[in-house]
C-alpha cells in the first residue's frame, strides 16, 4: 500500500525516511501525514472528501490539512479492483480554547464562508454528510448553495410524522437563518 504514497510523499520530503503505522506516515523530520485506501464503492466518498480539503485550502489556506494527492490505485491489488486513496497533511487537532473556538469562527465566516471561486459557491462533485451522499451544484450566493444543502439532506429523510418537527427547522433555518427561500411550493412539506 505505501507504493501508492511514496511518490507523493519524496516530492514532498525528498531525503527523509518515513515511519508508516497506517492511517498515519511520519517523516524524519518530523512531518506527519494522513493516508488512506478505502474500498471501490468508495469512491465518491473519498473524492467528495479530497475536493473538500481543496476548496477550504484555497478559500482559507491552513485552516484544514492541505491535500496532497487522490486517486484511484489497483494495480497493487490481488483482487485486480481499484480503489480510491486519499493523502494529506495531519494535523493532530484536540479541544479548543474560548479563544481558539472564536478565532476558528471567525476565520469560518470571514474566509471560507465569504470565498467565491470562479465558478460561484458549491462542489462539482457529490460529497458527504456522514453515509448521506449531498448532490452538489454551483450557485451565484452562498445562502443559495447553503440553503440548497440543507434542503437536500432534509429530503431525504422520510416523510411522515416521525420527521414532521425535524422538516419544520430545517426549513426555519434555511429562511430565518441562512435567509435563502426555495421559490414556489415548500417541497419538505409535501
Same mark, same amino acid.
Given at each position: ?10 516530492? @514532498?520530503?525528498?531525503? #527523509? ?18 493516508? +488512506? #485506501?478505502?474500498?471501490?464503492? &468508495? +469512491? ?18 491552513? $485552516? ?11 494495480? @497493487? ?19 479548543? !480554547?474560548?479563544?481558539?473556538? +472564536? ?21 462539482? #462533485?457529490? !460529497?458527504?454528510?456522514?453515509? !448521506? ?9 452562498? &445562502? @443559495? ?11 431525504? $429523510?422520510? +416523510?411522515? *410524522?416521525?420527521?414532521? @418537527? ?6 426555519? #433555518?434555511? !429562511?430565518?437563518? *441562512? ?5 414556489? &411550493?415548500? &417541497?419538505?412539506?409535501?
Amino acid at each position: 500500500m505505501i507504493s501508492i504514497f511514496l511518490p507523493h510523499l519524496l516530492s @514532498e520530503e525528498p531525503d #527523509v525516511q518515513f515511519t508508516i503505522n497506517f492511517p498515519l506516515i511520519a517523516s524524519s523530520a518530523g512531518k506527519r501525514y494522513y493516508a +488512506k #485506501v478505502g474500498r471501490a464503492e &468508495e +469512491k465518491d466518498q473519498y473524492f467528495g472528501e479530497a475536493e473538500s480539503l481543496r476548496a477550504i485550502y484555497e478559500a482559507a489556506p491552513g $485552516l484544514a490539512p492541505r491535500l496532497l494527492a487522490s486517486g484511484i490505485a489497483g494495480e @497493487e491489488y490481488p483482487s485486480g479492483r481499484w480503489k480510491p486513496y486519499f493523502l494529506s497533511e495531519y494535523r493532530d487537532i484536540g479541544s479548543l !480554547t474560548i479563544n481558539s473556538a +472564536k478565532l476558528l469562527g471567525e476565520r469560518l465566516s470571514k474566509e471560507l464562508h465569504t470565498f467565491k471561486s470562479p465558478n460561484g459557491y458549491g462542489f462539482s #462533485v457529490p !460529497t458527504y454528510c456522514g453515509a !448521506t451522499r449531498q448532490d452538489n451544484g454551483w450557485f451565484d450566493t452562498w &445562502e @443559495e448553495c447553503y440553503g440548497t444543502m440543507i434542503n437536500n439532506i432534509l429530503l431525504k $429523510l422520510p +416523510k411522515g *410524522v416521525r420527521y414532521s @418537527e425535524l422538516l419544520h427547522k430545517g426549513d426555519e #433555518v434555511r !429562511t430565518r437563518c *441562512v435567509g435563502y427561500a426555495f421559490k414556489g &411550493e415548500n &417541497e419538505l412539506l409535501r
